[in-house]
């Protein structure tokens, strides 16, 4: 272990390795905080508990309807197409227990994506939020889903609040677009269908399929990280032991506001908190900030996890200035880079400092992290967890010397199997030696401490969702009046980054607007170019490769 730098910087009673014999599955991550926690509340939504038994029942009754009613059997691939919902926990556990295999779709998804996506995952079966189902209803023109299941926000209230809150939604708010699905039920429904002892335990193992969880990787192509229940536990424990300095067992409270759909919210929020007995609070719309600032207000969180976009939000927000925050005892970051400057003005309202950690879809979650025990912000990304091996290597594999800057490539037991029926991506990505190319650039001190100074892919980070260049120029390219086009990112105040796309014409007539307007029919709104710059060429290599920098560095001159 001398040659692990970093084990210096551990906090105390934390192991340089985990244990995770004792959990053959994520199923028994549930079972187990059934049996510490029984009555606790587990979420809580809209004035609704959800106790762990609660959540164990529920899970069960509807797992016993994806096996009885639909035919799924394990292995089988189920989309959840939901926002941060008290249906999403139960509905993921349900799944995860029948050895289904889930497929996390974004909500804000256009029919196009969701069409990639469940054409390449095979998904058999949907989960969607009825305020997303006319997006599932479009896509099912194109492909075959066999089952939907369509949640609605009121049906986990109570009468009579359920027929409340189900009259603001549709009617007052009109958050609803029309829908028709020929055979989908509600979620009720399905998760009532049957008691609870109707449900076959499915025989799970560490090598078991868990999810697909879907990423650009290093090519902007969507791909599906296979992650395993063993992956997924790795993970959960890792960030657990790293986290146990400041997090006691039964006593935590968060506010969830980051989505579930991403790996650092499902992993290192949700299943860390199954795992301590925390009550988290799932926030549906993260950018209604007065909502999210009454939440500050009555939960009074002691763990919070957010990213850059989300404390200046909640900093500009005077309410919330203006809170007690006590209870807060941890702040992590994740997703994107915080600035400094963000980080010190939150510490100086709510007293804590930002922690950063960093992982990917591709390993399951966190890889490294701040300790829990620091008390200032220091703009790196911490070190490697427990059982995380890290090396900063060259374009040619080898490791470089400390302080000199090169990929981080790392190797644990939470990394992925690899890209689903993509052998090929993986051979890329995962070496012989097992160790994952992550395609960002860092530094590593003589501690071991790890800061990133940029990012080998060309990935665009807007309010921590990841854009990928590539997959926006295909689309731009099949309008027939464009030529050429490539899309850099840029900063951007508001949401860090924000894409911007260089056209070369093919009709003379076109602009910025009908650009925009032909990106908007295929991509989810914060994929789709904020500007459109035209020029007579774009520059490029001797051998024809767009040179992005050139660009980037056209559009600052441009300013």
Same mark, same amino acid.
């Given at each position: 272990?001398?040659?692990?730098?970093?084990?210096?910087?551990?906090?105390?009673?934390?192991?340089?390795?985990?244990?995770?014999?004792?959990?053959?599955?994520?199923?028994?991550?549930?079972?187990?905080?059934?049996?510490?926690?029984?009555?606790?509340?587990?979420?809580?939504?809209?004035?609704?508990?959800?106790?762990?038994?609660?959540? $164990?029942?529920?899970? %069960?009754? *509807?797992?016993?309807?994806?096996?009885?009613? /639909?035919?799924? !059997?394990? +292995?089988?691939?189920?989309?959840?197409?939901?926002?941060?919902?008290?249906?999403?926990?139960?509905?993921?556990?349900?799944?995860?227990?029948?050895?289904?295999?889930?497929?996390?779709?974004?909500?804000?998804?256009?029919?196009?994506?969701?069409?990639?996506?469940?054409?390449?995952?095979?998904?058999?079966?949907?989960?969607?939020?009825?305020?997303?189902?006319?997006?599932?209803?479009?896509?099912?023109?194109?492909?075959?889903?066999?089952?939907?299941?369509?949640?609605?926000?009121?049906?986990?209230?109570?009468?009579?609040?359920?027929?409340?809150?189900?009259?603001?939604?549709?009617?007052?708010?009109?958050?609803?677009?029309?829908?028709?699905?020929?055979?989908?039920?509600?979620?009720?429904?399905?998760?009532?269908?049957?008691?609870?002892? $109707?449900?076959?335990? %499915?025989? *799970?193992?560490?090598?078991?399929?868990?999810? /697909?969880?879907? !990423?650009? +990787?290093?090519?902007?192509?969507?791909?599906?990280?296979?992650?395993?229940?063993?992956?997924?536990?790795?993970?959960?424990?890792?960030?657990?032991?790293?986290?146990?300095?400041?997090?006691?067992?039964?006593?935590?409270?968060?506010?969830?506001?980051?989505?579930?759909?991403?790996?650092?919210?499902?992993?290192?929020?949700?299943?860390?908190?199954?795992?301590?007995?925390?009550?988290?609070?799932?926030?549906?719309?993260?950018?209604?900030?007065?909502?999210?600032?009454?939440?500050?207000?009555?939960?009074?969180?002691?763990?919070?996890?957010?990213?850059?976009?989300?404390?200046?939000?909640?900093?500009?927000?005077?309410?919330?200035?203006?809170?007690?925050?006590?209870?807060?005892?941890?702040?992590?970051?994740?997703?994107?880079?915080?600035?400094?400057?963000?980080?010190?003005?939150?510490?100086?309202?709510?007293?804590?400092?930002?922690?950063?950690?960093? +992982?990917?879809?591709?390993?399951?979650?966190?890889?490294?992290?701040?300790?829990?025990?620091?008390?200032?912000?220091?703009?790196?990304?911490?070190?490697?967890?427990?059982?995380?091996?890290?090396?900063?290597?060259?374009?040619?594999?080898?490791?470089?010397?400390?302080?000199?800057?090169?990929?981080?490539?790392?190797?644990?037991?939470?990394?992925?199997?690899?890209?689903?029926?993509?052998?090929?991506?993986?051979?890329?990505?995962?070496?012989?030696?097992?160790?994952?190319?992550?395609?960002?650039?860092?530094?590593?001190?003589?501690?071991?401490?790890?800061?990133?100074?940029?990012?080998?892919?060309?990935?665009?980070?807007?309010?921590?969702?990841?854009?990928?260049?590539?997959?926006?120029?295909?689309?731009?390219?099949?309008?027939?009046?464009?030529?050429?086009?490539?899309?850099?990112?840029?900063?951007?105040?508001?949401?860090?980054?924000?894409?911007?796309?260089?056209?070369?014409?093919?009709?003379?007539?076109?602009?910025?607007?009908?650009?925009?307007?032909?990106?908007?029919?295929?991509?989810?709104?914060?994929?789709?170019?904020?500007?459109?710059?035209?020029?007579?060429?774009?520059?490029?290599?001797?051998?024809?490769?767009?040179?992005?920098?050139?660009?980037?560095?056209?559009?600052?001159?441009?300013?």
């Amino acid at each position: 272990m001398s040659n692990l730098p970093w084990l210096s910087q551990y906090p105390e009673g934390v192991a340089a390795d985990i244990d995770f014999e004792g959990y053959p599955s994520v199923a028994a991550l549930l079972e187990h905080a059934v049996a510490r926690f029984g009555n606790k509340i587990a979420f809580h939504q809209f004035g609704v508990d959800l106790t762990f038994r609660q959540l $164990d029942d529920n899970s %069960a009754r *509807l797992a016993a309807y994806f096996q009885n009613d /639909l035919g799924l !059997t394990p +292995g089988d691939r189920l989309a959840l197409m939901l926002p941060n919902c008290m249906q999403h926990p139960i509905a993921m556990f349900a799944a995860l227990r029948s050895g289904l295999t889930v497929v996390n779709v974004n909500p804000l998804y256009t029919s196009a994506e969701l069409t990639q996506l469940i054409k390449d995952s095979g998904a058999r079966a949907i989960v969607v939020m009825e305020i997303f189902a006319a997006t599932v209803a479009h896509a099912l023109t194109h492909i075959a889903i066999e089952h939907v299941i369509v949640a609605r926000v009121a049906e986990m209230q109570r009468f009579p609040k359920s027929v409340v809150v189900d009259y603001i939604v549709r009617k007052k708010k009109k958050l609803v677009p029309g829908w028709k699905i020929a055979g989908a039920v509600t979620f009720k429904a399905a998760m009532t269908a049957h008691p609870a002892t $109707d449900f076959s335990k %499915a025989a *799970l193992n560490h090598g078991t399929r868990a999810f /697909l969880q879907y !990423t650009g +990787g290093t090519t902007g192509e969507p791909k599906g990280a296979v992650l395993t229940h063993g992956n997924v536990l790795a993970d959960v424990l890792m960030f657990a032991t790293w986290c146990k300095p400041a997090f006691r067992l039964g006593e935590e409270t968060t506010i969830i506001a980051m989505p579930l759909y991403h790996v650092s919210a499902l992993v290192c929020q949700c299943m860390v908190c199954i795992h301590f007995g925390a009550r988290a609070v799932l926030v549906m719309n993260p950018r209604d900030i007065p909502a999210l600032v009454k939440d500050f207000a009555t939960h009074q969180p002691t763990v919070f996890g957010g990213l850059n976009t989300l404390f200046t939000a909640l900093m500009n927000n005077e309410d919330f200035r203006s809170l007690e925050f006590s209870a807060l005892r941890a702040t992590i970051a994740g997703g994107t880079a915080t600035l400094p400057a963000v980080a010190e003005r939150w510490q100086k309202i709510t007293g804590r400092p930002v922690l950063e950690a960093y +992982g990917l879809s591709e390993t399951s979650g966190a890889v490294t992290a701040n300790p829990v025990t620091l008390t200032t912000f220091n703009g790196t990304i911490g070190v490697p967890l427990p059982s995380m091996r890290i090396e900063i290597r060259d374009e040619y594999g080898t490791a470089v010397p400390t302080d000199m800057p090169g990929e981080i490539c790392v190797a644990g037991p939470n990394v992925m199997q690899g890209y689903f029926n993509r052998p090929e991506e993986t051979a890329l990505v995962i070496g012989h030696d097992g160790f994952f190319a992550t395609g960002d650039i860092g530094i590593m001190d003589e501690h071991g401490v790890i800061k990133i100074v940029d990012r080998k892919k060309d990935m665009i980070l807007v309010s921590g969702f990841n854009v990928y260049p590539n997959e926006v120029e295909s689309v731009l390219f099949r309008h027939t009046g464009i030529l050429e086009v490539s899309v850099v990112g840029v900063a951007d105040s508001q949401s860090g980054e924000t894409p911007v796309a260089f056209v070369v014409k093919n009709d003379p007539m076109l602009t910025e607007a009908d650009v925009i307007e032909f990106a908007r029919e295929s991509l989810a709104s914060y994929k789709v170019p904020k500007r459109v710059v035209f020029l007579e060429d774009l520059p490029k290599t001797p051998v024809g490769k767009v040179l992005r920098r050139q660009l980037r560095d056209q559009l600052v001159n441009r300013i």
